[in-house]
């Protein structure tokens, strides 16, 4: 125990960089022995991955199976070469060949260590660098955009939840992040909602008198209304449609009336934001309406929006958007009747947020209905050169959310669930499961204390249940699935915090994990959990780089998974308190405050707030 602790101790910190991923050096390293072993065209993908089974070491490359196909030689032999020529001594242990011709490369502990102190020295960042110069980019995140007067439901809510996840992914790494609600504040519905305004209030409307007690507290309802009083009346139907026309052409008294909607609607939009703490900047489609016109203008100009049985058109290249006749298929930029529509509002959008924003890369998280859309508008946007190549545009769609049923996500009698209503029932839900723990624990605490618990959790386990789902897949949501203590979900992962903290702090003497910032530890890894832990730990900037690319946030989710698996493996095997010596005892304190950190930052990015106590 004490011997090899001071012999890692006092041997000198390997000579690499300590702010590089493991991941990234190996495949420079790996890219050069394929260069020199079988030239520069080998080295294209070096198929460097995290390795795929224990015992297979950590990383593994997988590139001499179809190398040596191209090369009519033995893969067990090309990857004995590109051994050869490989140079990863200062981080790892010799590579060794297994099964058909996988490289095995497994780091060393003197390697680990270093990392591990790199991590320590700033916990809040744990050696995850922030991106500078170049690699800082200016993003976009169009995410949640609800519709003014219409239901937001719960793909809206996963769009919220999802774009905060990677906007603070994103922040994090160092990226200037705009957060844009692109809100549905300037559709045909409007003219409906001012007439029966008009027809309701019209003091209020003309501007001589008050809102008075018409209850736009419920505007869904307000809008049933007036979609009602539109199917039945043509009088009532004609006035609306004027109504758009007015409004759209900068009326003044139908723009009051519009504006009184939209408070409405984003008084009651702020509450669910408060919520569940997202914070996302206002900028609706009307925002774009005065760049309409010109749009399409441009897009004639250019010849690409062409005349189409009284409509403004532009025809799409490419095999998915031609029919076997050799028909291109149109994206309507203007109807026929003279108004704009969706398509020709994410076109001004994607041109002004790259000439006045700077955007560098564009997502757009809705779900996976609209794909079509976007391939659409962006293909348009690109031939309109509205955004340039280098400008890169991503959509970020997801599946539905189902009930536990597998059918249609709504309440027991059939309604669609308001989202107040989903949140209200998630810290309901939590609450029991609190409740029920502290009975069986015999425990005692105080309402407040009850009250901030149960918020807190309630939200999260919403939260994680989404993010943990992979992204695109439909998820079926399950209240109490999602607020059980142990399992896949927010409050399990809330307690490992809790305990990696707690364990921290008995046996480091009432130290907070902070206490542990900055300092050199001597790292020991006696027991083979404490170097199984401490090598996922330092996975942690990967991680996020492979999240920065894909944006999936339930890769985060199994890695955070992950960490604590192993740690509740490392803490029934290492005795912290107890340790053979001192040494040994600040090693796996240091561990522990790297894996509470860890998890702390994990959770944060995905938008989840730790307690002391859970
Ligand atoms: N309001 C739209 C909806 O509810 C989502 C908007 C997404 N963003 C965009 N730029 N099209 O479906």
């Keep these: 125990g004490v011997a090899a602790a001071r012999a890692v101790a006092s041997a000198p910190p390997p000579a690499v960089s300590m702010t590089e991923t493991a991941q990234d050096l190996l495949r420079s390293r790996v890219v050069a022995a394929l260069t020199t072993a079988f030239g520069p065209d080998a080295a294209a993908n070096p198929m460097l991955t995290p390795a795929t089974k224990a015992g297979f070491g950590d990383y593994q490359c997988n590139a001499a199976l179809s190398l040596a196909k191209k090369e009519g030689k033995r893969p067990r032999d090309v990857a004995a070469a590109i051994i050869d020529a490989l140079d990863v001594s200062d981080f790892c242990e010799a590579p060794t060949v297994a099964g058909p011709g996988f490289i095995n490369l497994t780091l060393t502990p003197a390697y680990v260590s270093g990392r591990l102190n790199a991590m320590l020295a700033d916990l809040s960042r744990l050696g995850v660098t922030k991106r500078t110069g170049s690699a800082a980019k200016k993003v976009v ?118 504006q009184a909607i939209c408070g409405q609607s984003r008084v009651e939009f702020q509450k669910l934001y408060d919520t569940l703490r997202v914070e996302v900047t206002e900028r609706g489609e009307s925002f774009y309406n005065p760049y309409l016109a010109d749009v399409v203008a441009d897009l004639e100009r250019q010849g690409l929006a062409v005349e189409d049985q009284g409509a403004t058109v532009v025809f799409l290249e490419g095999a998915q958007f031609t029919n076997r006749e050799g028909d291109r298929q149109p994206v309507i930029v203007r109807k026929s009747d003279g108004g704009f529509n969706y398509a020709t509002t994410d076109l001004a959008a994607m041109r002004y947020r790259v000439q006045e924003d700077g955007a560098q890369r564009i997502l757009y998280v809705t779900d996976i209905g609209q794909s079509l859309h976007f391939q659409q508008v962006f293909q348009v946007a690109r031939r309109a050169g509205f955004v340039p190549e280098k400008v890169s545009l991503e959509h970020v769609p997801f599946g539905l959310v189902q009930g536990e049923d597998g059918k249609k996500f709504k309440t ?58 992979s992204r695109t897949s439909n998820y079926r949501f399950s209240f109490d699935k999602m607020v059980k203590l142990d399992g896949d979900t927010a409050p399990y992962m809330m307690y ?119």
């Design 496 to 614: 490992a915090f809790v305990r990696t903290q707690g364990i921290y702090r008995e046996a480091g003497g009432g130290r907070a994990l902070e206490d542990m910032e900055g300092k050199d530890v001597a790292f020991a890894y006696p027991v083979a959990a404490e170097l199984a832990l401490a090598k996922t730990l330092l996975r942690l900037p990967e991680v996020l780089a492979e999240l920065e690319r894909d944006l999936c946030p339930h890769v985060l989710c199994e890695y955070m998974k992950g960490v604590s698996t192993l740690f509740n493996r490392f803490y029934e095997q290492c005795p912290v308190r107890g340790a053979d010596s001192e040494a040994v005892k600040e090693s796996r304190l240091a561990l522990c405050a790297i894996t509470a950190s860890v998890i702390r930052r994990c959770l944060d990015l995905l938008g989840i707030q730790t307690l002391d106590k859970i």
């Design 141 to 258: 995140v169009d995410f949640s955009s609800p519709n003014i007067a219409k239901e937001m439901h719960v793909g809206h809510l996963r769009s919220t939840i999802i774009g905060d996840s990677l906007c603070r992914l994103l922040e994090f790494l160092g990226h200037d992040v705009v957060r844009l609600n692109h809100v549905g504040d300037w559709g045909t519905q409007f003219g409906m909602l001012i007439q029966l305004l008009r027809e309701e209030v019209p003091d209020f409307v003309a501007g001589t008198g008050e809102l008075g007690d018409v209850d736009l507290g419920d505007l869904v309802v307000f809008y049933k209304r007036a979609k009602a009083r539109f199917d039945v009346d043509p009088a009532f139907k004609e006035a609306a449609q004027r109504e758009v026309v007015a409004l759209q052409g900068g009326d003044e008294v139908s723009r009051r009336a519009w």
């Design 412 to 469: 027991r009698s059939g309604d669609v669930v308001k989202l107040k209503d989903l949140l209200d029932e998630a810290v309901v839900r939590s609450r029991s499961e609190l409740e029920a723990r502290l009975a069986a624990d015999n425990r005692t605490e105080s309402p407040e204390y009850v009250q901030d618990v149960v918020s807190k959790v309630g939200i999260a386990a919403v939260k994680y249940a989404d993010l943990k789902t």
